[in-house]
Structure formats: C-alpha cells, structure tokens
C-alpha cells in the first residue's frame, strides 16, 4: 500500500522560504514520477511541480518558476519541494502524488493517483 506524508508546511512571511518533504511508503521514489500540487481555497487543484522517474525532466507551472524547486532523495525515498520568495498567492493546502505507473515523465497530471494528505503553506503579506 503506498503512503505518502507531506511535511514542512507552515506561517511565512512574504519573501520566506520553506522546504517541503514527502516522506513515501510502499513504493520506490526512484522509479515513479513525483509531483506537487497545490489548491488555494475555491480553486482546483493544480500540478506545479514534478520530476520524471529517472530525474531528468522537470516542469514547474510559470507562477513558481524560478522559486520552487523539486528534488527527491532516493537513499531516504522523500521527495522535496524548495519554496523562495514566497508570496501570499503560495498560500495553499499542498500535496504530494506519485504517478499511477513506473517510470513516467511526470508531465500529465491525471497520471498521478497517489496522494499524501496534503499541509498547509500561508503566507502573510
């Protein structure tokens, strides 16, 4: 059974940093495509963050790009999300996904099926 649990959330200030993790269970970091994901109240739920299975492909949504950064650490099976220069718009509840199948790109946000619970991120203006 996978089990993903985020942590790192918090109360920032703007311009504040904060360093998400995604601690993982049940399956192999290093062989699954992870995301983040971000839902701001009365919004959608939206991919901002992934990284292919092998590490070698990115993509980040245009409002984090330059800001956020995703990176996994196969030894501990956790993934991260690096947030800079936050702004109250990063305030959101943010969650961490896997895709459904092995060794995917991480591009196609339907591709991803497992969920952590998600945390909280506000930050005050």
């Known amino acids: 059974q996978v089990r993903l649990e985020e942590s790192g959330g918090g109360l920032v200030q703007t311009g504040g940093s904060l360093r998400l993790s995604c601690t993982a269970s049940?399956?192999?970091?290093?062989?699954?495509?992870m995301g983040w994901f971000r839902q701001a109240p009365g919004k959608e739920r939206q991919l901002i963050a992934s990284?292919?299975?092998?590490?070698?492909?990115?993509y980040y949504a245009d409002s984090v790009k330059g800001r956020f950064t995703i990176s996994r650490d196969n030894a501990s099976n956790v993934a991260y999300l690096q947030m800079n220069n936050l702004t109250p718009e990063d305030t959101a509840v943010y969650f961490c996904?896997?895709?459904?199948?092995?060794?995917?790109?991480?591009?196609?946000?339907?591709?991803?099926?497992?969920w952590g619970q998600g945390t909280q991120v506000t930050v005050a203006s």
């Open positions: 996904a896997a895709e459904k199948n092995a060794y995917g790109l991480g591009y196609n946000a339907r591709m991803f099926t497992s």
């Open positions: 990284k292919s299975w092998d590490g070698r492909r990115a």
């Open positions: 049940g399956l192999t970091v290093s062989r699954y495509a």
